[in-house]
């Protein structure tokens, strides 16, 4: 009868064990898997020195891991590049192999990656074309971002460089001008919008922070640098003369004379350069970019006309001093300055009669 009993018994016990194994595999195998399931972008540093395995409490505790034990037993199994220092854009919806691929710049990953490249000097209209026609978003979700106030308010709080300024109500676009112009890459088409946005942010303060200082020390704010920043991208070609012009635009506000920048002009009646020429009526309009109307003098515009690439902004933080007030370019992109009005005039009237006057039709 006992031998019985223990017969009965064993069936009983092999499917407990099996329950048993079975739950701890699952839980094993969710320490491999998202922290979240929903989208939560986190920036993550890694310094020079450190390695794979160096940066699991970093990650644990920036909540991209579940656990320090699998991460490490997974990359113990992974032949991966080398870990490279720098700034990366990682997600807690991220499972072990996307993130360890995602640090390991395992290009061949991401069969859904994409690369958009937004050149210096456009601006927000043009910079929405460019990602509806690279993402799943439309021209009409980067408005309805850029207007939210409740995202300016966070993003104030988290970079230095962004203010209360861009929150100014006459301006256009409240982030103009600092949609840092370079090539980008994002896991997919889906891109978040704030993601997207985050990464250019991201750069910015990255590249700025060397800066910082001596922007302090400007006597202007960096919306202000960056307002004429934005004028010196579209006014000159090269960064040389990029920085001539930017110290133009400073002589001259601290001379109280109108900027008398024409692509401020073009910007406040929202028409594209080199589309045609402006109307009189729109060149003596009244608004808060045009710096052409007497009412502007010693004034910038409201902000940036355009988003500047980052050697144009490094150069317009304390660009060299000259003695220029005036500057003209010919169909070339040559750019010639003087330091009177008379000398101005009669550049004009030698480019005219060279033939090297550029007009718009």
């Avoid at 700025?208 to 202000?224: K, M, P, V, W």
């Avoid at 000159?236 to 003369?241: E, I, L, M």
Wanted: charged fraction near 25%; proline fraction near 3%; include cysteine.
């Amino acid at each position: 009868m006992k031998k019985r009993r223990r017969l009965k018994k064993k069936p009983v016990i092999i499917l407990v064990v099996c329950i048993i194994l079975i739950i701890g595999l699952i839980w094993f195998m969710t320490l491999f898997g998202a922290v979240s399931n929903s989208s939560h972008p986190v920036s993550f540093t890694v310094e020079e020195g450190e390695t794979y395995y160096s940066i699991a409490p970093k990650l644990k505790e920036a909540g991209l891991i579940r656990s320090e034990f699998a991460y490490k037993l997974y990359i113990r199994l992974q032949s991966l590049n080398p870990l490279k220092e720098g700034n990366y854009n990682l997600n807690q919806n991220m499972d072990l192999r996307t993130l360890i691929h995602s640090l390991s710049g395992d290009e061949t990953f991401f069969t859904d990656e994409i690369s958009i490249t937004f050149p210096e000097g456009r601006n927000v209209r043009q910079i929405a074309s460019i990602i509806a026609e690279n993402t799943n978003h439309t021209e009409e979700e980067v408005y309805t971002l850029l207007q939210d106030e409740t995202y300016l308010n966070e993003l104030i709080e988290t970079y230095w460089f962004i203010t209360d300024e861009v929150k100014n109500p006459d301006i256009y676009y409240s982030l103009e001008g600092y949609l840092l112009p370079d090539t980008y890459r994002f896991t997919s088409a889906d891109v978040d919008l704030k993601e997207l946005f985050k990464k250019m942010f991201d750069e910015t303060e990255t590249r700025l922070e060397d800066y910082r200082s001596s922007i302090e020390a400007s006597g202007y704010t960096y919306h202000q640098i960056l307002t004429i920043a934005s004028m010196a991208e579209l006014e000159a070609s090269t960064t040389s003369d990029r920085e001539m012009v930017a110290r133009v635009f400073y002589n001259r506000l601290e001379s109280n004379m109108a900027l008398g920048s024409d692509v401020t002009t073009y910007y406040g009646a929202q028409v594209d350069m080199g589309s045609r020429d402006l109307y009189v009526s729109e060149i003596n309009e009244e608004n808060a970019y045009n710096t052409r109307v007497a009412s502007s003098a010693g004034h910038l515009p409201v902000g940036p006309i355009c988003n500047p690439g980052i050697d144009t902004i490094l150069v317009s933080i304390q660009p060299a001093q000259n003695d220029y007030y005036y500057f003209v370019a010919d169909k070339n992109k040559k750019v010639y300055f003087n330091e009177t009005s008379s000398g101005h005039n009669q550049t004009i009237a030698d480019l005219k009669e060279q033939g090297l006057w550029l007009t718009w039709e």
